[in-house]
């Protein structure tokens, strides 16, 4: 996910786009890390959906439901106090507007460097309350994560037959990786009662541009996904397990065999929700291009090679909702 942000008030909901809830969609993939079945139940779940859960993943609950705990403070913090920490730009805290180009949705979140060496003024801010603890939970969380997150990508590659076990793992742990770490905060909202039934959209449909996300949320039932007729699915909530999702740059160094997936969230008339994303992102002078070790004898690369600085600075021009990979496909036959 690549956004850059500025705080907008938003006095009516005709802003924000809305849609009809669908019923929850019992067909996600579950891939146990511990079943020796588990790196073929990952290619599977990557051709077939760009997204699957997993369980038996090795990051502690605990950090899990401290980080939620200090995230819930800060976000129920005055108005006043956040805006300290932004506008986002891209790092800090964002509220309502998505991007630079008119998205909008009904949600609040932090974003940071996902490298703990690199902490921005305003990500200060944010910490100041509870500087250590909730410093801490950062730290602890986004490096099990990491951890667990490389090794999902190291069975993957021996899947998918790569020479390197660590071709995509290496991306995340190289220091000057371009990862980040996002806080998603959707506030409850009742007055969606009076919308006949209808959504408000937390935040809008998109791909994520990186190589891969993990996503953590609590007990609220808000993520959709698009399968591949289109039609939009709700995935059943499960905050003690994690559920990644190909980015675009996976699937253009899987050629096309691994799909990223559109996703949104929408808000709920009850419940708050609050989600955390890792998003492993390659360096920024990386080039991104299919494997030589995944392409068949003769095969042709269906994408322009590029870096992910070129890509990331091609998404930030972008709305949520656009075929962003569009522009670095290659045209046959012409």
Known sequence: MVVLSQPAALN??????????????????????????????????????????????????????????????????????????????PFGYGSKRIGPNGDVGWIEYILLNANPEIISHKSHSIFKNNPEIFRSAVEDYISAVKKMTCEVLEMVADALGIDQRNALSKLLRDEKSDSCFRLNYYPPCPELQALSGRNLIGFGEHTDPQIISVLRSNNTASLQISLKDGTW?????????????????????????????????????????????????????????????????????????????????SAYKSRLADYRLGLFEKSFGQ
């Not at 909901?13 to 009809?20: A, G, N, Q, T």
């Not at 079943?35 to 051709?47: R, V």
């Not at 708050?272 to 042709?300: C, D, H, Q």
């Open 233 to 313: 699915v709700s995935v059943p909530p499960d905050q003690t397990s994690f559920f990644i999702n190909v980015g675009d740059c996976l699937q253009v160094m899987t050629n096309g065999r691994f799909k990223s997936v559109k996703h949104r969230v929408l808000a709920d008339t009850v419940s708050s929700r609050i989600s955390m994303i890792y998003f492993g992102g390659p360096p920024l002078n990386e080039k991104i291009t299919p494997l030589a070790s995944v392409m068949a004898e003769g095969e042709e690369s269906l994408y322009k090679e590029f870096t992910w600085s070129e890509y990331k600075k």
């Open 12 to 89: 009516h909901f005709s802003l924000i786009k809305s849609c009809k809830p669908t019923s929850l969609f019992s067909g996600i993939p579950v891939v146990d890390l511990s079943d020796p079945d588990a790196k073929s139940q990952i290619i599977k779940a990557c051709k077939e959906y760009g997204l699957f859960k997993v369980v038996n993943h090795g990051v502690p609950l605990e950090f899990m439901t401290t980080l939620e705990a200090q995230a819930l403070k800060f976000f129920n913090l005055p108005e006043s106090e956040k805006d300290r920490a932004g506008p986002a730009d």
